[in-house]
Nanobody, 124 residues
Framework: QVQLVESGGGLVQAGGSLRLSCAAS????????MGWFRQAPGKEREFVGS????????YYADSVKGRFTISRDNAKNTVYLQMNSLKPEDTAVYYC?????????????????WGQGTQVTVSS
């Protein structure tokens, strides 16, 4: 069992930056691939990015590529999402998720554990 807690959300102006954190419980964090997803009001939850168990491989949605960066610190059981050049369309609740097996995925159904989400609001 893995429990995930996101933090770092908030209100930021367009063009600004935020760093989200996701702290995981459990001693096997390093064996999980991690993903970030987001859900805007009235929309389906969508893939943002993912990172392999060791951090060597990352994947991003086209909408955030070049602006967002995923990283992880397995010693701290934490995964990060650095968000730069934020746009109003990035406004959403952001969720982190863990996938057993270590290979990063892009589909919601590939992930086994989810956090409760953190709100990110980007004003124009």
């Amino acid at each position: 069992q893995v429990q995930l807690v996101e933090s770092g959300g908030g209100l930021v102006q367009a063009g600004g930056s935020l760093r989200l954190s996701c702290a995981a419980s459990g001693r096997t964090f390093s064996s999980y691939a991690m993903g970030w997803f987001r859900q805007a009001p009235g929309k389906e939850r969508e893939f943002v990015g993912s990172i392999s168990w060791g951090g060597a491989n990352t994947y991003y949605a086209d909408s955030v590529k070049g602006r967002f960066t995923i990283s992880r610190d397995n010693a701290k059981n934490t995964v990060y999402l650095q968000m730069n050049s934020l746009k109003p369309e990035d406004t959403a609740v952001y969720y982190c998720a863990a996938r057993r097996g270590g290979r990063p995925g892009v589909r919601l159904t590939e992930y086994d554990y989810w956090g409760q989400g953190t709100q990110v609001t980007v004003s124009s």
